[in-house]
């Protein structure tokens, strides 16, 4: 489509793959992060290894550990300051310091700002005031170098890092600065082992993004530009977000992670509280991959044998030793 071409080079100069997600095996086992649900979105406790199954590739493994991991958390919060959240810092300071707040002390925060480049606020800690003071110091920027600031904060603040680790970016998914390519980052995640939730505001902007009157002119512009029969596919903005929230939602849900989506500004809190929560009721599985594979980029699936109403699960490997 030549209308979507030219408007995703308008708006970012960041790319984004089509590959699927994947990541290299160094040890001698897959660790598979599980979080279960119920109906009502609470987190399911008390499930057993014989409540699931699991299979590299379709074909069935044994599960070889099983636990509901309550370890220590390393947590690092990495949020988007760029010139689009201008007029939300307060309730984002808010929102952090809520989630900040449902951690114990046993766990570890870390703050990072970014827009351009990325900033550290707060080291690790364990001090709700400490935390409070960084998150004080939020300022906007002007570009979003998305994919930079998440390659830079994994491989430096995570290198001497031990035991569970999880990244939380708020984000509105419009990377315009960054160089790295967005299929570099998922290796990167996993080489860490870190668990990657993402509170994306690509809803809260769409509309802003719809009324700006230089997006509307390059509307009217790439409609008076379409072929007969190219209009079957719809608005060119949602279709702008919908690839850049299938991006997001790769990213993450691969890592054991997963992406939320508030469209309305108060739902921020209750996002951050609820990442919280499932952090602290997470379950991982691992198992031996096989000793050779001819397919390189393999896939895994996890099913649970009680009635829960949703399953997030790590979905991909790189075979490899």
Not at 74 to 83: A, E, I, K, R
Request: aromatic residues 10%.
């Amino acid at each position: 489509m030549r209308w979507l071409a030219a408007f995703l080079l308008f708006l970012t100069a960041a790319p984004v793959s089509a590959q699927s997600p994947s990541f290299r095996v160094d040890a001698k086992y897959v660790k598979v992060p599980v979080s279960v649900f119920d109906e009502q979105g609470g987190a399911v406790t008390g499930l057993t290894r014989k409540d699931f199954l699991l299979y590299d590739e379709g074909i069935r493994r044994p599960i070889e550990n099983f636990l509901l991991d309550r370890a220590p958390l390393h947590v690092l919060l990495l949020l988007d300051t760029s010139g689009s959240l201008r007029e939300e810092l307060d309730e984002i300071r808010r929102a952090a310091l809520r989630f900040a707040g449902a951690f114990s002390r046993e766990d570890r925060i870390s703050v990072i700002a970014f827009a351009d480049e990325a900033e550290i606020l707060a080291d690790w800690t364990n001090r709700f005031k400490r935390l409070k003071k960084a998150l004080n110091k939020l300022e906007p920027g002007y570009r979003t170098a998305l994919y930079d600031s998440l390659n830079q904060v994994v491989r430096e603040r995570f290198r001497r890092v031990g035991g569970r680790k999880a990244i939380i970016l708020l984000t509105d998914g419009l990377d315009n600065e960054s160089a790295t390519p967005f299929d570099e980052l998922l290796p990167t995640l996993i080489e860490f082992d870190i668990t990657l939730y993402i509170i994306s505001r690509t809803r809260l902007v769409q509309p802003k993004v719809r009324d700006s009157a230089r997006v509307e002119f390059l509307n009217q512009v790439m409609k008076d530009l379409l072929e007969e029969g190219d209009e079957d596919d719809g608005d060119f903005v949602d279709v702008y977000f919908r690839e850049k929230e299938s991006s997001l939602t790769r990213l993450s849900e691969s890592t054991g992670g997963r992406v939320l989506f508030p469209e309305y500004l108060e739902e921020l809190q209750s996002s951050y509280v609820q990442v919280a929560r499932e952090l602290k009721a997470q379950y991982v599985l691992t198992f031996n991959p096989p000793g050779e594979s001819k397919v390189a980029f393999r896939s895994i699936r996890v099913e649970c044998l009680r009635d829960v109403g949703r399953l997030h699960f790590r979905r991909q490997y790189h075979w490899g030793r």
